[in-house]
């Protein structure tokens, strides 16, 4: 017996074939097995207003960041030129005038 690869949408082990398509009892889903790339393993990344964010974009905080060790804040409104993603709690790597090297929350940052 093979297994059934799980739903992309809704991650449902409970897949079945259906006519050459594969076919999700729990969310509807129907897909092509065949039309499924690797962007699978790839992370996404959202902004506080939920704009996908990608490698190279500019950000603008929307709140007063403090930073540790530092006698200042990043103060809202602080443009970030050229993030980039990378996949753990703190998913944006950027260097920021003032205070170098960061790793920011994307919740805490709008797309410019």
């Given at each position: 017996m093979h297994q059934i690869a799980p739903c992309p949408q809704c991650k449902s082990t409970y897949t079945y074939e259906l006519e050459g398509l594969l076919a999700c009892p729990e969310?509807?889903?129907?897909?092509?097995?065949?039309?499924?790339?690797?962007?699978?393993?790839?992370?996404?990344?959202?902004?506080?207003?939920?704009?996908?964010?990608?490698?190279?974009?500019?950000?603008?905080?929307?709140?007063?960041?403090?930073?540790?060790?530092?006698?200042?804040?990043?103060?809202?409104?602080?443009?970030?030129?050229?993030?980039r993603l990378v996949d753990s709690d703190h998913n944006i790597d950027c260097k920021i005038d003032g205070f170098g090297a960061m790793a920011l929350k994307s919740e805490f940052v709008k797309k410019a």
């Amino acid at each position: 017996m093979h297994q059934i690869a799980p739903c992309p949408q809704c991650k449902s082990t409970y897949t079945y074939e259906l006519e050459g398509l594969l076919a999700c009892p729990e969310c509807g889903h129907e897909w092509n097995p065949a039309e499924i790339t690797s962007s699978d393993n790839s992370f996404i990344v959202k902004d506080c207003n939920g704009n996908i964010l990608q490698n190279g974009d500019t950000v603008v905080t929307i709140k007063n960041l403090p930073v540790r060790g530092a006698s200042q804040s990043i103060k809202a409104g602080t443009k970030v030129k050229n993030i980039r993603l990378v996949d753990s709690d703190h998913n944006i790597d950027c260097k920021i005038d003032g205070f170098g090297a960061m790793a920011l929350k994307s919740e805490f940052v709008k797309k410019a």
